[in-house]
Every structure is written in C-alpha cells, then in structure tokens.
C-alpha cells in the first residue's frame, strides 16, 4: 500500500505522498528512460490519476460529468516558461464506479489519493 501523509505533515508533504503513486507508476513504465523522461511521464500521469480520482470521488461531479454538463480538462503548467499545454480529459473507460460515501469527505482536502 502507498504510504500516507504523517497527520503533522506539511503541505509540501501532502502533496508529495500524492505524487508517489504516478511517480512509481512511470519508472515502472520508463525503466532505463533517463530521469528527464520518467518525471515528464510521472506529471502526465498524475494529471490523468487526479482527474480520475475526482470522477470516482464525487458522485455529483461524476453525473455533471456524464451527462455532458462538465467537461474536465488535464493540463501541465511549466513554470518556467509559463506555458500551458493542455492533455485532454478523461476517458469513460478509465472511470470505476463512484467510490463517495455520504459524509465522508477524504483524510485531507490537499488531494484525491489520501483517503
């Protein structure tokens, strides 16, 4: 199992524990790629890892999204150019099923994966 934020952490930290699983996933997908390329596909993924999450959270966002009155949009900020570069959103067959339970919000309000 990942590991989770520490009750005391940081911000920093919150976001930091979120990114672990995108992280792993590109290194596992990238082996020998150099680390350049590992964390360009790392962004990528936890863009498309934060947007799934929001589906499979929020179920009023998940209908909005489904009847087509949301759109939901990826998109990678460079902070060194101050470009924006636009992914896409997310794919119905990338979405599980609702996962909200009625006043449950998740642990932290900093993310979607520390719940």
């Known amino acids: 199992a990942d590991a989770k934020p520490k009750p005391d952490a940081s911000i920093l930290e919150h976001y930091l524990v979120a990114l672990t699983p995108a992280a792993k996933q590109a290194k596992a997908e990238l082996p020998f790629a150099p680390d350049e390329e590992v964390v360009e596909l790392a962004i990528r993924s936890n863009v498309k890892n934060t947007m799934r999450s929001i589906l499979e959270l929020s179920k009023p966002l ?54």
Do not use: H
């Open 62 to 115: 998940r209908k909005q999204w489904e009847s087509g009155d949301l759109m939901i949009e990826g998109a990678i900020y460079d902070i060194t150019t101050g470009k924006v570069e636009f992914i896409g959103g997310p794919k119905k067959d990338d979405i599980l099923e609702p996962t909200e339970q009625p006043n449950s919000p998740p642990a932290c309000n900093l993310c979607c994966q520390c719940s």
